[in-house]
């Protein structure tokens, strides 16, 4: 089970994630959990003020100790053993960070001292939500794993990904007994952070907490039979966005293909990355209501693609998006023009959403995050490539991508023309068009002032039908 920073913000919260946790402790059970709602900011706003050597250094680590040390007091019996235990245990960290705070100001920044600082918020709250576990009935016994134990990452510092073979070795060394001992109930691990081969901490990026969920359940696969709840906000994947569409609704059971064209183009619910890794081994996910945790009403992610009358299972988007455009008539007689395209902005850590080719390959069109607009204007007219005369380079900062998805698009006619002759009768011009050959979606770009209204016709020509 995988429980996010709201779930353990106060007394109230604690208590509602041990009374779902106590309703599963006829099953083994591993809890993953995020840091307490608002410090991994705390955390980096502090190593933003110590490579400046600012002074509210001092203020900001006073600030994420209160808010801690108010949290144990609130949930934990003075007299008890947890209670002085737990103490200890945030003097400890705190008086790791201040120090690392002052090595930051005698040493370049740098990725691999962010993702240290900022594994600190997870190594709290899953030490104090272990302790409390283990305070309130002396019958039940929580064990606090840190997660650079047993989850082994690339170098890539601040987005790294699992070597899942390596880490499976480790999980079986150090999970599985734990496991099969009759001693603990629980085991409490840390989530979004691990480590790479030669012990420095590496964070997973968005939704890394979800993601070290996903690592366990994947490599102890072979060994048990494993599922993943992962208890959010929200109810689970919904079939459009409720800030955009007028109408929506809950999808109950969703393939993971399709979650993963969900999770891509627009929703936030859980990162492709983590529905990825339990794909591989076809393990089954659960999003569950956090705030409503007896509902029946939730998503649940397998393998099997459910088809029904509705081709259609989704309206995405992707409201703030930049176009950008490159054209040329020698485009077609120079070759590599793609391929040095993707090192490009590979390179500077640019992220494409969309890409587009005409097939006399005269111009190429890709979608991008708004934020990198200026970014990425600099780097292909400053390129030696891009940069020359014969290269014409358009942006376009005013556009969404919309993304049509539903596994039951394969191979069925018609659909497409649906789309756009819909597009058309609502006065909504598409701008540029890309179906992969999966043709689980279709995705095409707009003017960011037709958003809303294309999500909410193409919702009712496809979803809302009656």
Not at 405 to 430: D, E, R, S, Y
Request: proline fraction near 2%; charged fraction near 25%; charge should be negative.
């Amino acid at each position: 089970m995988k429980f996010g920073g709201s779930c353990l913000q106060d007394t109230k919260s604690f208590e509602k994630t041990t009374q779902i946790i106590k309703k599963y402790l006829n099953q083994k059970l591993i809890i993953v959990t995020s840091a307490i709602k608002g410090i991994t900011d705390k955390l980096i706003d502090f190593y933003t003020k110590s490579c400046e050597e600012a002074t509210e250094c001092d203020f900001i680590i006073e600030n994420i100790y209160n808010i801690h040390k108010k949290i144990i007091d609130e949930i934990i019996d003075e007299p008890k053993l947890e209670y002085n235990d737990t103490l200890d245990f945030l003097d400890d960290n705190i008086e790791e960070l201040s120090q690392l705070g002052r090595i930051v100001r005698l040493l370049r920044p740098s990725m691999d001292i962010q993702d240290i600082i900022v594994s600190y918020g997870e190594r709290l709250s899953t030490f104090i939500f272990s302790q409390y576990f283990n305070s309130i009935d002396k019958d039940l016994k929580s064990q606090f794993i840190s997660s650079d134990e047993i989850i082994i990452t690339d170098e890539n510092f601040g987005n790294a990904l699992p070597i899942l073979d390596e880490c499976q070795e480790l999980v079986e060394k150090k999970i599985v007994p734990i496991l099969e001992s009759d001693l603990i109930d629980l085991i409490c691990v840390t989530g979004y952070y691990g480590s790479t081969k030669n012990k420095k901490i590496t964070t997973l990026g968005r939704g890394g907490t979800d993601l070290t969920a996903a690592i366990l359940a994947f490599c102890l696969m072979p060994k048990y039979n494993t599922k993943v709840i992962y208890w959010k906000d929200v109810k689970g994947f919904l079939n459009a966005d409720p800030k955009i569409s007028d109408k929506t609704d809950l999808l109950r059971q969703i393939s993971y293909i399709e979650a993963k064209e969900l999770a891509f183009f627009g929703s936030k619910v859980l990162h492709p990355v983590c529905l990825d890794v339990n794909e591989k081994r076809d393990i089954p996910s659960e999003i569950r209501d956090f705030n409503n945790p007896e509902t029946n009403e939730f998503t649940s992610i397998t393998k099997e693609i459910v088809r029904n009358d509705k081709k259609i299972k989704a309206i995405t988007s992707i409201e703030r998006l930049t176009m950008v455009t490159i054209e040329s008539g020698t485009m077609i007689s120079l070759h590599g023009t793609v391929s040095r395209l993707f090192s490009l902005l590979g390179d500077n850590n640019i992220n494409i959403k969309f890409i587009s080719q005409s097939s006399s390959e005269n111009n190429i069109t890709f979608g991008i995050d708004l934020e990198d607009s200026m970014k990425v204007s600099f780097l292909l007219r400053n390129s030696e490539f891009f940069g020359k005369q014969w290269f014409s380079i358009k942006i376009d900062n005013d556009i969404s991508l919309i993304a049509v998805i539903g596994a039951g698009m394969l191979q069925t006619p018609g659909i497409a023309g649906k789309i756009f002759t819909t597009m058309g009768n609502n006065n909504i011009n598409v701008r540029a068009i890309a179906q992969g050959s999966s043709e689980l979606n279709i995705t095409f770009i707009i003017e960011r002032k037709d958003c809303k209204k294309a999500v909410n016709v193409l919702y009712t020509a496809f979803i809302n039908q009656n």
